[in-house]
């Protein structure tokens, strides 16, 4: 069987609060899945259910095809990072490791690898309150391939590193991925996201508002739009204009052109004998990407919930 | 519209390759951990390994003992008794005798006797003489504890459990005296033999009546007050008669109130009724008699032992050490939920009525080894001082473990401590808060025990005392008092009580609320 992280028409509610609303999708093996929506969404929510840590109100949410809650030895299944400071603050990070791996009938070497993998050994016998933020998502990356698992489950993992810990941190999504693993992460930041995730599943409000690829992602985005640096920038609007382009000004000497490609507006440009001093396609960033997807997840969003534009106010 | 600003958009693409390394179908990741297991055993490994591996728990294991053991001194130097110093018997009651030389033998039917109170005792007797103290035998029948013979102080051959009316025969044989019961006065039964060593040649044989004065208790505001109460006691006898094996006169009868040992410190005999002080007139009866009072040592049951129970007060410094108890249940639950790592326990095992039972388990056990420790030196530790303060035999026989109500007390205070602690630990999994459950289970153990012991009706105080969590403590009661509210296992059965259901509503809770 192929191991995913399967959601299907997944509820929750907390009194009043719609947290997850009829949330379906599938991540798959072999990619860094990232997972986003802004702080309140519903992704902790989300993977707290997938641990059957909390019980949805409605839908399922499976593991390599099975709730959670029936698997027996699940370190071995799920490796997941839920909230770094969750140790307590007198217990040593080994013994930390070490009652997990005995849950699960884990060997205790394996304990030793896994503090090794995280660069932790020299804190092994440190007590977790003593660790920064750092040492503890390290401890927390470490519980969670302790059961050297093939689905990984990380909540938040950048918060709070360092420049170095980011570094480290997507090169491990990157070789867990690479080694054919399921590496579901959250993020409420896509920037944080960019250079690691292969997938991303977009969230606001508990609903799905895209699941794509990284690469498709920014190609829509990017299409058609072409950026263009000219002293002449009233002549050369209006040049494009009456050929169907749509323009804007972005700054004094900058237009942004769509509907027309590239070459296109060179010609048109040269034949007016108008002086441009950069023409080229743009490459939208995923965070820019990210705010269009969410943007348009407002404006189509279904009039049941006219309150509904968390997304809005923040895009 | 988008800024061009982004440039890791390049890179982002160059990245889709992975997207089509592995698909459905394809074999995926598989754990290199082999022989990975989730049976009861490991849980139970995992428990301990987090119970072991925090300084919290440790120190109140550690102060489970420490505060048991050090209170222990100054708790058994606080109470004394100068029982020893009373007298050892009591020789207290009505005798209609008269002398007879050598051996022979009376017998009498004690057609009926007054329930004056369930020693009382209605029979026969011989005794040296009518100076009190001095040594005897004597069969008797009592309301509640059947057919006795009882011998100088100090000896009690039980017969069968049946009471008035009742033929009773008592027969001399030099030093040897032989009691035997009969339903019809044909066919006798045989007691016992009792050897009365002292015995004079002529001594004083017949008819005797007694009833040990009745412990009445009176509760006030803030502690208890205990009083004897005289109690009278009326038997008839008939077909009386004497068969010396020597041919001899018999001078007849005469009525004596004997007044002698312990008795003279309580309520003196006065109003009992003189049936016709001196001589009766002869005859085999009917004769009434009253008498109170009691025949009794060390050694007869009806005679009281010193009141204090001097194991409890050996082990009464659990009453401090209870607290790191109670502390270190609630911590071993409601720390979880403060960091959150109950998500981590119960992501490890889904399974949760598993894990609150392997916590239970752990838990419980680590407190029965440190509150067996701690009760066993709390036992050792006292003995000393308590015979230093005149508990001594043999008002107060030395308590030893081969005793089995003794050795019930000192593994029943570990007992005690571990099921408190699963009390404990179901009360921080159903609040979740450390301070609000050790609030809970301290004052459910203190504050009825303060109420009862403000509460001026021994009645409201003992149904307090039967309901709290605390009647589990009567598990180290060693002797009846008046003042003990419930049994021992009827009170450990309390606690239990208490912990089973906590344990039920906290595993009903953790299993159907969010973690």
Known sequence: ?????????????????????????????????????????????????????????????????????????????????????????????????????????????????????????????????????????????????????????????????????????????????????????????????????????????????ADTSVAQLLAAASQDLVVLRTVQRSEAMTALASHGATVAAI????????????????????????????????????????????????????????????????? | MSQPTGRTGVEQTDRTGADQTFRDGQPSYRTTVRNARDGFGHLLGAEWTKLRSVRSSVWCLLATVLLTVLITPLISASSSTNANEAPHFTDQFTFVHQPMAGDGTVVARVSSQLNSQEWA???????????????????????????????????????????????????????????????????????????????????????????????????????????????????????????????QQLPGWSELMLNGGAGTKGAPPANVPSDGDGP?????????????????????????????????????????????????????????????????????????????????????VAVFVAGLVASLIAFYVAQPVLRRHGYQPPAYPHPTLADGTVLRAVIGTALFLAVLAVFSLSVGVILKRSARAIALVVGLVLVPQIVASLVPSLGVANWINRLTPTAGLAIQHTRPRFDYAIAPWGGFAVLCGYAGVALVVAIWLVRRRDA
């Open chain 1, 1 to 209: 069987m192929a191991t995913t992280i399967e959601v299907r028409d997944l509820r929750k509610r907390y009194g009043r609060t719609l947290a997850v609303d009829r949330l379906s999708f599938t991540v798959a093996a072999g990619r860094v899945t990232g997972f986003v929506g802004p702080n309140g969404a519903g992704k902790s929510t989300t993977m707290r259910m997938i641990l059957g840590l909390d019980a949805p109100d409605g839908g399922a949410a499976l593991v390599g095809g099975r709730r959670y809650a029936t698997l027996r030895t699940p370190l071995c299944e799920v490796g997941a990072l839920l909230d770094a400071g969750a140790i307590h603050p007198s217990r040593r990070a080994r013994d930390h490791l070490l009652w997990m791996a005995h849950s699960n009938g884990i060997p205790r070497r394996r304990v030793d690898t896994v503090l090794a993998m995280v660069g932790l050994e020299s804190a092994a016998r440190r007590r977790g309150g003593g660790f920064s933020l750092g040492m503890r998502q390290r401890l927390g990356i470490a519980a969670a391939l302790l059961g050297d698992p093939p689905v990984l489950m990380f909540d938040e993992p950048v918060n709070g590193l360092d420049p170095e810990g980011i570094h480290w941190m997507r090169g491990l999504l990157r070789r867990l991925a690479d080694e054919g693993r399921v590496v579901f992460v959250s993020s409420h930041l896509m920037s944080e996201l960019e250079g690691s995730a292969d997938h991303l599943i977009v969230i606001g409000r508990g609903r799905l508002i």
């Open chain 1, 251 to 315: 700054n004094r000497d900058t237009v942004t052109v769509r509907g027309l490609p590239a070459d296109r507006i060179a010609a048109l440009l040269t034949e007016r004998q108008l002086r441009f001093t950069e023409l080229a396609p743009h490459r939208a960033s995923l965070e820019e990407a990210y705010m269009d997807l969410t943007r348009d997840a407002v404006e189509f969003s279904t009039p049941d919930t006219p309150d509904a534009s968390p997304v809005a106010t923040e895009a």
């Open chain 2, 121 to 247: 005792r209605a029979g026969l007797m011989i005794k040296q003489n009518t100076t009190a103290g001095s040594p005897y035998a004597a069969i008797m029948v009592t309301p509640r504890h059947g057919v006795r013979l009882q011998a100088n102080f100090n000896t009690d051959i039980p017969g069968p459990d049946l009471g008035a009316p009742r033929w009773l025969r008592l027969t001399r044989s030099g030093a040897v005296i032989t009691g035997s019961e009969s339903t019809d006065g044909t066919t006798w039964h045989p007691v016992g033999t009792v050897r009365v060593g002292a015995l004079a040649p002529t001594a004083e044989i017949g008819m005797f009546v007694a009833s040990p004065p009745v412990l009445r208790v009176t509760k006030t505001s803030g502690g208890s007050s205990t009083s004897l109460v005289l109690s009278l006691g009326a038997a008839t006898f008939d077909r009386v008669t004497i068969q010396p094996n020597a041919p």
């Open chain 2, 280 to 364: 009766f007139t002869a005859g085999d009866g009917p004769f009434t008699v009253h008498g109170a009072g009691d025949v009794a040592g060390y050694g007869i049951p009806s005679f009281p032992l010193g009141d204090d129970d001097i194991v409890v007060n050996s082990l009464s410094g659990v009453q401090l050490g209870l607290l790191a108890v109670i502390a270190l249940g609630v911590l071993f639950a409601a720390g979880e939920y403060k960091t959150g790592m109950i998500r981590t326990t119960f992501a490890a095992t889904p399974r949760r009525r598993r894990v609150l039972g392997a916590k239970a388990i752990v838990v419980g």
